[in-house]
């Protein structure tokens, strides 16, 4: 089945380490995005892809950087964590066309990165 | 500044009776209105969504009721069944990028 993977589903680091989430899709979708879930914020964009050679900040950008290596790969990079990036991260992906789906823009996510920063 | 309003927080209900979940937005220039249902554990998936001129549709148990003039919409889950627990999310689309809601947490008690 086409899948949006994402590793690692958890990981606990230490306050001014970097580290890489990593996103992968076999969904042939052009657009992929990047959400961090608070408890009482919901999902709040970070950043997102419209194709290879477009990257765009979201609403939270700051502290993160992303990398698409490729259609299928979109990388999220927190240089130097900081506590309060602690939070659940997932990683979606759209068709805005709908073809496949019949709805407009549906987003499917990845199954989430647990992150704790000590 | 949260542009999508969702309550209530959370909402327990009986097995068999309707969950009602509340969402309002600021922004006119949202186009589209899903609702993402998320299961502990997993990912958000869609459950139903809308267009902006249609005030109501239904999928099985699941209806959105949309009012344009209030920039209000709400979730009604029909006959509530223990396994719709749930984390609901409303949101609203705008340039292919979705502003989600703060989430509401449904409990269906058997």
């Known amino acids: 089945d086409a899948d949006v993977t994402q590793t690692p589903r958890n990981r606990i680091t230490k306050t001014g380490k970097r580290i890489m989430l990593e996103c992968s899709q076999t969904k042939g979708h052009d657009r992929m995005y990047w959400y961090r879930q608070d408890p009482g914020l919901g999902l709040r964009l970070i950043y997102y892809s419209f194709d290879v050679k477009d990257i765009n900040k979201g609403e939270i950008s700051d502290g993160y950087s992303v990398s698409r290596q490729a259609q299928a790969k979109f990388s999220l990079s927190l240089e130097s964590a900081i506590p309060n990036q602690t939070a659940l991260y997932f990683c979606?992906?759209?068709?805005?066309?709908?073809?496949?789906?019949?709805?407009?823009?549906?987003?499917?996510f990845g199954p989430g990165t647990r992150l704790t920063v000590l | 500044q949260q542009q999508v309003k969702q309550s209530p927080q959370s909402l327990i209900v009986q097995k068999g009776g309707i969950s009602i979940i509340n969402c309002a937005y600021e922004n006119t220039a949202f186009d589209y209105f899903p609702w993402y249902q998320q299961f502990p554990g997993k990912g958000p998936a869609l459950l139903i969504a809308i267009r902006p001129d249609v005030s109501e549709k239904k999928e099985g148990r699941f209806t959105i009721s949309f009012n344009k003039s209030a920039k209000q919409f709400s979730l009604h889950i029909m006959d509530s069944q223990p396994g719709d627990s749930a984390t609901y999310f409303c949101a609203a689309n705008s340039g292919s990028r979705l502003t989600f809601g703060e989430g509401t947490q449904l409990t269906v008690n058997p």
């Open positions: 979606a992906t759209s068709d805005p066309s709908g073809r496949a789906t019949g709805s407009y823009n549906e987003q499917f």
